[in-house]
């Protein structure tokens, strides 16, 4: 059974890049995609920093962008999810 986590994949790598520990946010980036089933190998993994939505306390959040290697569209549920803040 997958382990619950309370913050979304968007939360923790903007985290770890206010850290300093940017470093690791495409290994995380990596293991959700194996942890949806997806093989992470399949895709360029890149990260923009955007501002943050409203009523949120961030300033700014990392947006995670995913692009196949093979040409073909992410699917656009994969890219939500992925984003997703809460």
């Not at 997958?2 to 923790?12: A, E, R, V, Y």
């Not at 409203?54 to 990392?62: D, R």
Request: glycine share 4%.
């Amino acid at each position: 059974m997958p382990k619950l986590n309370p913050f979304s994949l968007q939360m923790q790598v903007t985290r770890m890049f206010e850290q300093g520990q940017s470093f690791f946010a495409t290994t995380r980036v990596q293991d959700w995609l194996r942890e949806h089933n997806e093989d992470p190998n399949a895709y360029d993994i890149t990260f923009q920093r955007k501002p943050a939505p409203p009523g949120s306390h961030q300033v700014m959040v990392i947006e995670i962008g995913l692009q196949r290697r093979d040409g073909q569209p992410v699917d656009e549920w994969l890219q939500a999810e992925i984003n997703r803040w809460s």
